[in-house]
């Protein structure tokens, strides 16, 4: 059996990362290394790695910087590439490394949230919309050679650099979904949250468009084709509907503020917020 390296990247995420990590630890593949890659937590989740991880590093500044440090540091194979934030379904990875095995270049994982409050809840309704959009998702598990081969991840990067990745391991081909789930622990999400995550991703957005054109486009475009075939649902649940409108439009009102600012001087005041 070939081994699975699963590489996580922390950032003050004590609140999620024993139910992350326990849910690794119950895979039912084997052989599997858990690598936690932290950046100077202050919450006590460096002490949580250390009781479930195979390899604890400290890495920075940046979640690219973090994700190339853990696969330079893998022995796997394979490598998935996962947030402290998620709960993994007991054969998330058997079923990542059935499509590899299958010819799959970059294997993505359905993906469905929880968590508490309103927000949440749309941020969960939303992203029901998007377990098959290859446009929406980002491949995660990777054989390790393929990506040290393409230098990694982009660490000039951050939040398209998922996009990036995936969009250059998998070539033409595309993504592959492999039949499987994962959770997403939402918390409590915010209307604030929401616009400075968005307002922080869309820093980086203009190189990401500049590096792969129309294709980029496509997937920072808020008119999502999944979200569009799924209008009978939306009627269905009008409230909901009506805070996801109201959720996209301020992301969407972040991400364009992000874009047309600078990149600022000390970018870790937003990233230790944990936001994923």
Same mark, same amino acid.
């Given at each position: 059996?070939?081994l699975?390296?699963?590489?996580?990247?922390t950032?003050?995420?004590?609140r999620?990362?024993? #139910?992350?990590?326990?849910?690794?630890?119950?895979?039912?593949?084997?052989?599997?290394?858990?690598?936690?890659?932290d950046?100077?937590?202050?919450?006590?989740?460096?002490?949580?790695?250390?009781?479930?991880?195979?390899?604890?590093?400290?890495?920075?500044?940046?979640?690219?910087?973090?994700?190339?440090?853990g696969?330079?540091?893998?022995?796997?194979?394979?490598?998935?590439?996962?947030?402290?934030?998620?709960?993994?379904?007991?054969?998330?990875?058997?079923a990542?490394?059935?499509?590899?095995?299958?010819?799959?270049?970059?294997?993505?994982?359905?993906?469905?949230?929880?968590?508490?409050?309103?927000?949440?809840?749309?941020?969960a309704?939303?992203?029901s919309?998007y377990?098959d959009?290859?446009?929406?998702?980002?491949?995660?598990?990777?054989?390790?050679?393929?990506?040290?081969?393409?230098?990694?991840?982009?660490?000039?990067?951050?939040?398209?650099?998922?996009?990036?990745?995936?969009?250059?391991?998998?070539?033409?081909?595309?993504?592959?979904?492999?039949?499987t =789930?994962?959770?997403?622990?939402?918390?409590?999400?915010?209307?604030?949250n =929401?616009?400075?995550?968005?307002?922080?991703?869309?820093?980086?957005?203009?190189?990401?468009?500049?590096?792969?054109?129309?294709?980029?486009?496509?997937?920072?475009?808020?008119?999502?084709?999944?979200?569009?075939?799924?209008?009978?649902?939306?009627?269905?649940?009008?409230? =909901?509907? #009506?805070?996801?409108?109201?959720?996209?439009?301020?992301?969407? =009102?972040?991400? #364009?503020?992000?874009?047309?600012?600078?990149?600022?001087?000390?970018?870790?005041?937003?990233?230790?917020?944990?936001?994923?």
């Amino acid at each position: 059996m070939a081994l699975v390296s699963l590489i996580v990247t922390t950032k003050n995420s004590g609140r999620t990362l024993a #139910a992350f990590l326990e849910s690794a630890r119950r895979q039912d593949y084997e052989p599997l290394e858990l690598i936690v890659v932290d950046n100077r937590s202050t919450d006590g989740t460096a002490d949580i790695a250390q009781r479930f991880a195979d390899i604890v590093i400290d890495a920075g500044p940046e979640r690219s910087a973090q994700r190339n440090a853990g696969i330079n540091a893998a022995r796997g194979e394979y490598v998935m590439i996962l947030d402290a934030d998620m709960v993994l379904q007991r054969d998330v990875v058997s079923a990542a490394v059935g499509a590899a095995r299958a010819g799959a270049e970059a294997v993505a994982i359905p993906e469905r949230s929880f968590g508490d409050g309103f927000w949440s809840a749309c941020k969960a309704f939303e992203r029901s919309f998007y377990e098959d959009d290859t446009l929406v998702a980002a491949a995660r598990f990777f054989r390790r050679d393929r990506v040290l081969a393409l230098g990694g991840y982009d660490e000039t990067l951050t939040g398209p650099e998922d996009w990036d990745m995936s969009m250059r391991a998998a070539g033409p081909s595309g993504i592959t979904f492999a039949k499987t =789930l994962i959770l997403h622990d939402e918390g409590t999400q915010s209307l604030r949250n =929401l616009y400075l995550k968005k307002y922080y991703y869309g820093r980086s957005m203009p190189a990401f468009v500049r590096k792969h054109g129309a294709e980029a486009l496509k997937r920072i475009s808020p008119l999502r084709g999944s979200l569009v075939r799924g209008a009978g649902r939306m009627l269905r649940h009008p409230v =909901l509907a #009506a805070g996801l409108t109201t959720m996209k439009s301020a992301e969407l =009102l972040g991400g #364009a503020f992000g874009m047309l600012s600078a990149r600022p001087a000390n970018s870790d005041s937003i990233y230790r917020s944990g936001t994923t």
